[in-house]
Every structure is written in structure tokens, then in C-alpha cells.
């Protein structure tokens, strides 16, 4: 893991204003008896306060002047990414009793499909789907006890699979706003859910699932690449076709993924290119159980692969042989544009890294202000910006609302 950048003193006075009450520049300079232009230049390192300014700053910000000075990188600020209370508790909920009818399987498959359209699709999609999800927990887990017991095996599979495919969406909703405890928990669920159901195809996307939570986890590279081969032999198992092929490419960018966080880029180029790839050209571009796996996704996979490394040049050499418009996930679309950036922003090329910046507030203003790699792509760059860009780099950074 790369060590946190030490900051100089006037990101550290800029970093401590808006932590502190996201205060203004004019309302701190004031109180400090200096110009707001004057305290701008401090924190854009263009000049240094005295010991006696620095002192009172640190008073009007109330902290120490040791935690201006130090040599230690303040704690990062963290985007608001909270589950929505009504969702988490539909979620810990589980299991109440209800007596109403339940759900018909018709309508439950329904309305998981339309909830999935709008979490891979919609510009503002955490505030979509936000409203619609814990009647959805609500009525799937219903559906789930109601059938139980129920002699027809055929509506009672086909909401098992329902179940399933909702509690995917939640992995990833969960995981995005911050709760690794709770996409952890909907990812067992589905696992549960697809192996009561006796439904391979699904079992393969549970354990996916449950991978992607352990790579969003410190130290998880490991325990997702383990779950992740687990499912493949499991896989061996059920006959060949284009859904058992994109779900076996799926978990072995899985596996990719696990192999580039340990920083072992030729096993994971070469699981990429000799797994993966093979298995993409049998699928094609699919969206198989919300993974989006196919050829267009592996050289996703290559640019991040390069990018991590740090190979910026072979990472936008790369990029410029993708065509993300075909994907059916504007999350991918957000990923790849991302990676961009960042490839962008180790040459410094902050014209470039604007750019791709701009075009991810255009995808998602909501995704890009709940990533913390996106915010601290905006942060960074509003250090160092040049005066020609600064003020659209302000004005992203109060679009996005980040203190």
C-alpha cells in the first residue's frame, strides 16, 4: 500500500477549514486580521505564514499548531456514503412476520429487473433507487418464508432466484455507500438464496459477489482469490454455454483483480490474457447476472491492470482501443473513465486529468462524489492546478460538496 502523501502547511490550513465547519476563506482571513487573498496564497503554498499568523489560525480553526506542522498526513477526509436508514433496516429486519399475500413470483422478477436497470443505467442512481429498495427487501424476504414450505416448486425456485438477484444489487449498493458489514451479509444471503434454489449460474454469482466484498476489504486479495477459484471448479460441473463461460470469465477477473492489489501484475496479466480473454471471446459483451463481462470489460481490466502498476503510457495506449459506449453499466463506463484520469494524473497532465474529471461528473455526479480515488483526484488537483484552470476545478469541487 502507498504511503499517504505528507502535505505542506497550507493544504494542511485548507484541509482544517473545511473539516472545521467547512468555513469560508474570507470568514478565517478576517478573524486572522489578513486578506482572503493572502490566506489563498498560503494554502496554495505561495507564501508562508509567520509563527505568530500560524499561531492564530490554528486557533481560529481550533487545532493545535502541531497539527499544522506535523510531519504526519492528517486523517483523510471520507465522503458522506451512509446505506439509507430505511434500507438498513429492512435489511436487519429480516425475518419478521407478515400476513399479507405475498408477492407473485412475476412481479417480484419485475421488479428486481427494474431495479437493476435503474442501478446500472441511471446518472443519479443512489437516489433512485433509494426509495424503491426497502419495499423490495421487504416483499422478496416475504415472498421467501411464504414459499418455504410451498408445494410449488416451480414459483418457489423462481423467487429464490429473485431473492438472489436483488441481494446482488444490495452488494454492490452496500458496499458503495460505505457499509462493508452489510454487502457482506446480503452476499451470504444470495449465496443461500442461489443454492436453495439449485441454481449453478447463480451460485457462481454469489461467490462473485462475495468476492468483490473481500477485495473492497484491507488484506482481502487472498480470501476473494480462494473464493473465487472455489467457484470455478464448481462450475466445471454444469454444461458449457455462454452463461457458464461469461460467469467463469467473471470470476477470473476476480482472481486478475486479487492477483494486481498484491502487486503481482504478471500473474494477473497473465491470468488476463490467458483465462479471462479466451472465455470473453466465447460470451461476447454479455451483462450475465449484472457482471458485464465480455471482451470490452477485460480491456477495462488491462488498462486498470497497467494503471495500477503505474505504467501510465502502456495504460492510455490501451484505453485508446476501448469503445465503453456498448456497455450496459454506466458504472464500468464511471471505472474506465476513472482509471483515465489517473493515468492522466501520474505524467501530471492536469489539462487531461480535468477533462476526465469533468466527463465523470457528467456520467455520475453521485458516484464520483461518494469514490474516495475520484475526490482525491479533485483535491489534488486543486493544489496544484494552474490560475487558467482553478476556477473549474473550484467549481467542481462545490459541485461535488467536497469539505
Known amino acids: 500500500m502507498a504511503e499517504t502523501p505528507k502535505l505542506p502547511i497550507g493544504a494542511r490550513i485548507r484541509y482544517y477549514r473545511k473539516k472545521h ?23 496554495n503554498g505561495k507564501r508562508t505564514p509567520s509563527h505568530s499568523l500560524l499561531a492564530s489560525i490554528a486557533k481560529e480553526l481550533d487545532v493545535p499548531i502541531a497539527a499544522l506542522l506535523s510531519e504526519e498526513a492528517p486523517e483523510k477526509a471520507t465522503v458522506s456514503t451512509a446505506a439509507a436508514p430505511d434500507i438498513a433496516q429492512a435489511l436487519m429486519g429480516y425475518g419478521t412476520t407478515r400476513r399479507d399475500p405475498a408477492v407473485p413470483p412475476a412481479e417480484l422478477r419485475e421488479r428486481v429487473e427494474a431495479a437493476w436497470r435503474i442501478w446500472q443505467t441511471s446518472p443519479e442512481r443512489f437516489s433512485e433507487i433509494e426509495p424503491v429498495l426497502p ?11 411464504a414459499h418455504r414450505t410451498s408445494t410449488d416448486a416451480t414459483a418457489r425456485r423462481d423467487v429464490l432466484r429473485a431473492a438472489a438477484d436483488l441481494y446482488g444489487l444490495l452488494r454492490s449498493y452496500c458496499r458503495r455507500s460505505g457499509r462493508l458489514d452489510l454487502s457482506l451479509m446480503v452476499a451470504d444471503r444470495a449465496r443461500r438464496a442461489a443454492e436453495d434454489a439449485d441454481d449453478p449460474i447463480r ?30 471448479e464448481q462450475l466445471h460441473t454444469v454444461p458449457n454455454g455462454p452463461d457458464t463461460a461469461a460467469m467463469q470469465g467473471a470470476l477470473e477477473l476476480v482472481r486478475v ?8 501484475w504478471w500473474s494477473a496479466r497473465e491470468r488476463l490474457h490467458q483465462q479471462a480473454a479466451p472465455l470473453g471471446d466465447r460470451s461476447g459483451d454479455s451483462n450475465t447476472m449484472w457482471t458485464v463481462f465480455g471482451p470490452t470489460n477485460i480491456h477495462l481490466h488491462a488498462l486498470s491492470i497497467e494503471m495500477l502498476a503505474g505504467h501510465s503510457t502502456e495504460g492510455l495506449r490501451l484505453a485508446d482501443e476501448v469503445d465503453t459506449s456498448r456497455l450496459p453499466s454506466r458504472e464500468r463506463q464511471f471505472t474506465f473513465t476513472l482509471d ?9 497532465d492536469d489539462a487531461a486529468v480535468l477533462v476526465h474529471l469533468l466527463d465523470l461528473e457528467k456520467l455520475s455526479r453521485e458516484d464520483m462524489a461518494r469514490s474516495s480515488l475520484a475526490v482525491d483526484l479533485v483535491t489534488g488537483l486543486l493544489r496544484r492546478v494552474r490560475p487558467t484552470y482553478r476556477r473549474q476545478v473550484s467549481g467542481l469541487v462545490e459541485r461535488l460538496n467536497i469539505a
Request: proline share 0%.
Open 203 to 232: 451460485i457462481a454469482a454469489a461467490h462473485w459477489n462475495l468476492g468483490h466484498c473481500l477485495l473492497s476489504r484491507d488484506g482481502g486479495a487472498q480470501e476473494a482469490d480462494d473464493v473465487a477459484r472455489t467457484a470455478l
Open 135 to 145: 419495499a423490495l427487501i421487504t416483499d422478496a424476504e416475504h415472498s421467501v418464508r
Open 257 to 264: 483483480v486479487a492477483a494486481a492489489q498484491s502487486k503481482d
Open 21 to 43: 465547519g467547512n468555513r469560508s476563506l474570507a470568514a478565517v482571513a478576517g478573524l486572522c486580521a489578513i486578506s482572503e487573498r493572502y490566506l489563498s496564497m498560503i494554502e
Open 340 to 348: 483515465l484520469a489517473r493515468c492522466y494524473d501520474l505524467r501530471r
